[in-house]
C-alpha cells in the first residue's frame, strides 16, 4: 500500500510539474539566462522600406533550447534584417523582439537556427544560421539575411521631392547564402564552380573529380550537404 501511494504521489508530482512547464510569462524566458535579451517590438521599424525584412511574416510554432535544460515553446518569426527572433506566447499576445548567444537554440519549423560569430572576407559578424549540417571536420550552415537597397538615383539635376507615394523608396532584398567552415575558417559558397575553386576551400583535383562523379548544385542545400560530407569523410 506504501509504495502504491508513493507511486501515485510521484505521478502527481510529474503531472504538476509538466502542466507548469506549458505555463509561463514571457519575462521567464528572459530570466532564464543572461545570454537573452528582449524589448517590446517596435512596430514602426522598417516602416519605410518596401518588402519585408522576415524570413516569413507568419508567427510559427517553435521552441527556445537553452544549454540549461529548459525548453519553451514559442510563436517565432526571424527578422532576417536585424537577425533577432520575435516571439510570442499566443496570437493574441504582443511580440518581443529577443537576442541569443550561441548558447540558445531555436527551433522554428523544425529547423534547428543558433547564433554565431562569423569571419568572412575580414570582417566579424554576429549572424543567426540554419545548422545543415555539422562534422568534425567541415560545416555547413545557410544564413538566411536580407538588406537594404536604395533607390538608384538617376542621372541630371535632382528635382525636389514631392512626398508622394511615388517617389522611390529603399526595398528589402535577399542576399541568402550559404557557409562553410572548415579548419576553423569561415567560406561563403559561391554560385559558380569555377569561382568555388579559385576560393581553395577544397583541393581542387578531388572537387573537380568530385563534381565529374555527382551532380553538383551550389545552390541547392541536399547536394551540398553532400559534398560536405564527402569532403569531411576524406
Known amino acids: 500500500m506504501k509504495k502504491l501511494l508513493n507511486s501515485l504521489l510521484i505521478l502527481l508530482l510529474l503531472s504538476f510539474q509538466n502542466s507548469f ?10 530570466e532564464t539566462s543572461s545570454v537573452i535579451l528582449g524589448k517590446k517590438l517596435n512596430i514602426e521599424d522598417y516602416s519605410e522600406a518596401e518588402g519585408s525584412p522576415y524570413l516569413n511574416k507568419k508567427f510559427k510554432s517553435g521552441k527556445l533550447i537553452f544549454k540549461n535544460g529548459k525548453i519553451y515553446d514559442v510563436l517565432t518569426r526571424l527578422n532576417v534584417g536585424s537577425q533577432k527572433f520575435e516571439i510570442k506566447k499566443d496570437f493574441n499576445s504582443n511580440p518581443n ?5 550561441n548558447s540558445v537554440k531555436v527551433e522554428m519549423d523544425g529547423i534547428i537556427y543558433k547564433s554565431h560569430t562569423i569571419n568572412l572576407d575580414g570582417q566579424e559578424v554576429i549572424a543567426v544560421l540554419e545548422n545543415c549540417i555539422e562534422l568534425n ?6 544564413f538566411p539575411r536580407k538588406v537594404i537597397k536604395m533607390p538608384v538615383e538617376t542621372g541630371g539635376a535632382n528635382a525636389p521631392s514631392s512626398g508622394s507615394s511615388s517617389d522611390p523608396k529603399p526595398k528589402w532584398a535577399d542576399a541568402n547564402e550559404f557557409l562553410i567552415k572548415k579548419g576553423g575558417e569561415w567560406h561563403s559558397v559561391p554560385r559558380s564552380f569555377k569561382k568555388l575553386l579559385a576560393k581553395n576551400i577544397f ?32
Do not use: G
Open 203 to 234: 583541393d581542387q583535383k578531388l572537387l573537380k573529380k568530385y563534381k565529374k562523379a555527382n551532380k553538383l548544385n551550389l545552390k541547392k542545400k541536399e547536394s551540398l550537404i553532400e559534398l560536405v560530407s564527402y569532403f569531411n569523410s576524406i
Open 97 to 101: 523582439l529577443i537576442e541569443i548567444d
Open 21 to 30: 512547464s506549458q505555463t509561463f510569462e514571457i519575462s521567464e524566458i528572459f
Open 137 to 142: 571536420n567541415v560545416s555547413l550552415y545557410y
